[in-house]
Structures are given as structure tokens and as C-alpha cells.
């Protein structure tokens, strides 16, 4: 009975470990996710350029994507597969005069939750990009973007929670039914 019991204080031990690491992760996820320039990250603001390179495709994104930019009052406009944005965009580099940016602009029944429209970089370097009605807006899969570390954090306490759950109230099960059957 004795290995029985060092097995199960083992199991419960390191599924508590686990708990609090997972619940350390979250905490890390809340901390980390408020710091982060993406599109989906709350009070972001986009970055002053983006890197890019030429002849590469890139999206635009922006705070709750197509149905912020209804809500902003950018217009519909007839598209070959329905209603899409009405958007126009110029893009600069360093502070220079602003150019019109070709767009393939989502659809208004996209399933993309921050990205609004696609293009074609014109130039290879550090480009600022502004939409009509809008302003600055984010290019989250520029050459120079920044990770997600809060989704990695929110992962890992996800995983480690749920492991350290499992592996407690099993080791809590267990005793039960020894004390049940002791009695």
C-alpha cells in the first residue's frame, strides 16, 4: 500500500505544480497580450512602418476588421462576388508623398477577424500605409511584424491547467476510494 500512496502523493504533487504554473501562464498572457502591436490586441495602435519588400503580398488589418470599418462609415461597394469595401489606401516611405495602394479588398462577409484587404508591396523597405477614413493601419504580416508571445502563454496555461487538473483530481479520486474502502 505504501508505493500506492507515493505514487499517488507524486501525481497530486506534480499536478499541483502544474496548476500553478498554468495558472503563472495566464497571468503572463494577460500581462504580455496588453504590450503587443497586432490588429487583435487591445488599445494597439499600428506601428510608424512597416518593412516589406517588393513584389511580396501583405494584408491590412484593423481593430475588428470589415465590420469596424462598416461601423466607421467606410462605404459598399459593388464587388464581382458580392458587396465588398469601398477602401482606398496610399502608402509612404519616410514621410514622403503619399501614393494610391492597389488593393484586393475582403469580402463584407469575410470570416477574417482584423484583416480588411491585401497588396502587393510597390517598394522594399519601410512603408507607411493610411486608408481613407481610417488612418494608420496595421500590416501584421510585414517583414519586420512582431510575434504573438501572449497566444504562446495562453497555450501553454491552457495545456498545463488541464494536465494539472487531470493528474489532482485523479489523485484526489483515488485517496477517496482507499478511505471509502478503509472504512
Known amino acids: 500500500m505504501a508505493p500506492e500512496f507515493a505514487t499517488r502523493t507524486r501525481r497530486g504533487a506534480f499536478g ?11 497571468a503572463l498572457w494577460r500581462v504580455v497580450s496588453g504590450e503587443e502591436h497586432q490588429a487583435f490586441a487591445k488599445g494597439a495602435t499600428p506601428a510608424d512602418s512597416y518593412r516589406v ?55 463584407l462577409d469575410t470570416k477574417a477577424e482584423t484583416t480588411v484587404a491585401r497588396f502587393t508591396s510597390p517598394v ?10 481610417w488612418g494608420r493601419v496595421f500590416i501584421p504580416d510585414a517583414d519586420s511584424g512582431s510575434s504573438d508571445p501572449s497566444g504562446w502563454f495562453l497555450l501553454l496555461s491552457i495545456i498545463t491547467l488541464t494536465a494539472g487538473a487531470s493528474l489532482s483530481l485523479s489523485a484526489a ?8 474502502a478503509q472504512v
Not at 16 to 26: D, E, M, P, Q, W
Not at 87 to 105: D, K, P
Open 16 to 26: 499541483a505544480g502544474l496548476l500553478l504554473l498554468g495558472l503563472l501562464c495566464l
Open 53 to 107: 519588400t517588393a513584389g511580396n503580398d501583405y494584408s491590412l488589418a484593423v481593430p475588428g476588421g470589415v465590420r469596424a470599418m462598416l461601423k466607421h462609415h467606410i462605404p459598399k461597394v459593388p464587388g464581382p462576388n458580392g458587396d465588398a469595401l469601398g477602401l482606398s489606401c496610399e502608402w509612404s516611405v519616410g514621410g514622403s508623398a503619399n501614393q494610391a495602394l492597389s488593393l484586393a479588398v475582403e469580402a
Open 124 to 133: 522594399s523597405g519601410g512603408i507607411s500605409v493610411t486608408c481613407d477614413g
Open 173 to 180: 479520486y483515488e485517496s477517496s476510494r482507499e478511505r471509502a
